[in-house]
């Protein structure tokens, strides 16, 4: 690419409105088809179904499930089926790197060889100057 910054931060905004533009305008289709086909919101797994004129349309529904981790815990105990939580759950540690970069080194050291890092792609964000 030979463009200038200006450009480029031009030509990525005028990217960024026509991708938002697209996934607007496909997420209203998808809306419509749903609705033609009559699958329901809460409709978990696949359905496929094929029109006259040769498309197929597979459908997969998915639920996301929040776990209150305390809570579930609190139940198990209350009902005597804690020893199921492992086999029901996966308990998934999560770094507090507030807290990380707030405690001692002599803490945290040791903990680094069971902790992968690796880079992520960066985000922009760029607005027009009014």
């Known amino acids: 690419m030979n463009l200038d910054l200006s450009t480029a931060a031009g030509e990525w905004i005028a990217a960024k409105d026509a991708e ?16 033609l086909i009559g699958v329901a919101e809460s409709m978990e797994g696949t359905e496929t179904v094929d029109t006259d004129d040769g498309y197929k349309i597979r459908i997969a529904g998915r639920m996301n499930r929040k776990v ?3 809570r579930v815990q609190e139940i198990a105990e209350a009902e005597g089926t804690g020893e199921h939580l ?6 998934k540690p999560e770094l ?7 405690t001692d080194a002599t803490i945290t050291d040791p903990l680094l060889s069971g902790i992968t890092t690796m880079p992520s792609r960066a985000s ?3 607005t027009r100057g009014e």
Not at 86 to 91: G, H, K, M, P, S
């Open 96 to 102: 507090n790197l507030t807290a990380w970069k707030n």
């Open 86 to 91: 492992a086999r029901l759950f996966r308990w």
């Open 124 to 126: 922009f964000t760029i």
């Open 20 to 35: 938002r533009d697209a996934v607007e305008r496909r997420r209203l289709l998808e809306n419509h088809m749903l609705s």
């Open 68 to 70: 209150d981790a305390e």
